[in-house]
Nanobody, 127 residues
Framework: QVQLVESGGGLVQAGGSLRLSCAAS????????MGWFRQAPGKEREFVAT????????YYADSVKGRFTISRDNPKNTVYLQMNSLKPEDTAVYYC??????????????????????WGQGTQVNY
């Protein structure tokens, strides 16, 4: 089992920045792709960003491309989401997740939430 705990959310002002962290425990996640998703009030959960286990491949939703950066520190079992130039529409609960699919494939990542096996409880970001 993998437990994921997000942190770093909060209230930001126009054009502000936040850095979200997601710490994994229970087992190492260094062999798995990870992702960030978000859910705004009254809306479906949506994909934000994903990163391969090696960190060498990333993919972003068009709505955040150029503003958000996903990264990971495998020795720390942690993934990050640096969010810059925040907008009102970025207000949401942000979730990190781990997918065990594609294990061993260095460039594997996924923007499909159904492929993720473990989810955190989320951290709130308010504009």
């Amino acid at each position: 089992q993998v437990q994921l705990v997000e942190s770093g959310g909060g209230l930001v002002q126009a054009g502000g920045s936040l850095r979200l962290s997601c710490a994994a425990s229970g087992r190492t996640v260094s062999s798995y792709a990870m992702g960030w998703f978000r859910q705004a009030p009254g809306k479906e959960r949506e994909f934000v960003a994903t990163i391969s286990w090696s960190g060498g491949n990333t993919y972003y939703a068009d709505s955040v491309k150029g503003r958000f950066t996903i990264s990971r520190d495998n020795p720390k079992n942690t993934v990050y989401l640096q969010m810059n130039s925040l907008k009102p529409e970025d207000t949401a609960v942000y979730y990190c997740a781990v997918t065990t699919g594609g294990v061993g494939i260095s460039n594997y990542y996924s923007d499909y939430d159904g492929s993720y096996d473990y989810w955190g409880q989320g951290t709130q970001v308010n504009y």
